[in-house]
């Protein structure tokens, strides 16, 4: 009797050892589960945009998506114009385009990509002191309204030249009210 419980155990042993080295991978990403995780990435929000940016400083764990990290950032217009840095919102808003164009659903998702990105610049303009941050929210206006209606960031210089004719005076502001306060 025991012989034939060993050989029992041994044979379900086996066939458990023979299912679990034989068996499928995972099923792969669907385009819904795919379409879900976009969605949540590509919000308005800033707990939209931390999900992203925590995914995006741990790729490795969304391989199975196949997303397409790539960026050129703020494209042909500065990445940090007079100081400003818009890097990640420009990364963020190329890996919504680039993604949503991959799975043939760019068109009715533009709108609130194009919206995400300018949330996100008005984010990153709020880290900035009051006195430069109009130049600031005057630089994002003016990218968003060119990926808004061009589809990709193109500055003209005039538009830099206007924003940082406004960070200086607010620059200039700032140096009064410190010299004020400092009396």
């Known amino acids: 009797m025991p012989r ?3 050989t029992t155990l041994a044979a379900s042993t086996l066939a458990v ?6 068996a499928s991978p995972a099923a792969a990403v669907t385009l819904e589960q795919k379409l879900s995780v976009l969605s949540n990435w590509t919000q308005t929000s800033v707990g939209s945009y931390n999900a992203w940016n925590s995914a995006r400083t741990n790729q490795g764990a969304w ?7 790539t960026t050129d950032y703020c494209s042909s217009s500065p990445d940090n114009p007079l100081g ?5 919102s420009c990364y963020r808003h190329d890996f919504g385009y680039r993604n949503y164009k991959s799975v043939g659903q760019f068109d009715p998702n533009k709108a609130r990509l194009d919206s995400a990105f300018y949330e996100d610049l008005r984010r990153s303009c709020a880290t900035y002191n009051a006195f430069v941050r109009p130049a600031c929210y005057s630089l994002a206006w003016t990218y968003y309204q060119a990926v808004r209606v061009f589809g990709s960031v193109i500055i003209a210089q005039s538009e830099l030249d206007k924003a940082a004719k406004l960070k200086a005076e607010g620059e200039r502001q700032a140096a009064a009210a410190a010299a004020a306060s400092a009396r």
Not at 84 to 88: G, I, M, T, V
């Open 4 to 6: 034939r419980l060993l």
């Open 63 to 69: 391989a199975e998506y196949a997303f397409n990290w």
């Open 84 to 88: 400003f840095n818009f890097e990640l």
């Open 17 to 22: 050892l023979a299912i679990l080295g034989f």
